[in-house]
């Protein structure tokens, strides 16, 4: 049993790229339109596999962009697409 104040590590593989994360980094999935700022959409906390599932998920129509992002990472951008 873990509880809430102690950290456990992960690692994971997301397009060949290696990061490691623990319980409480923050997961943001975001979405833009055009060439407005990105605006947080969903927003998960230790688990990398929820957030990606969603970002999998959004559909995107012409215009819209969206991305992946680990708060407090050095490069927190974890996936982007654009239509």
Known sequence: MNPSNE???YRAEID??????HNK????V???KGR???KTKHQFTGNV???LAKYEGM???????KRLVMVGSNRPVLKKDKK
Do not use: E, H, N
């Open 59 to 65: 559909g995107l129509i012409d215009g819209t962009k």
């Open 49 to 51: 596999y929820k957030a």
């Open 16 to 21: 060949g790229k290696l990061i490691g994360f």
């Open 30 to 32: 975001q979405l833009s």
């Open 25 to 28: 980094t923050k997961f943001l």
């Open 7 to 9: 950290l456990t590590y």
């Open 36 to 38: 407005s700022s990105y």
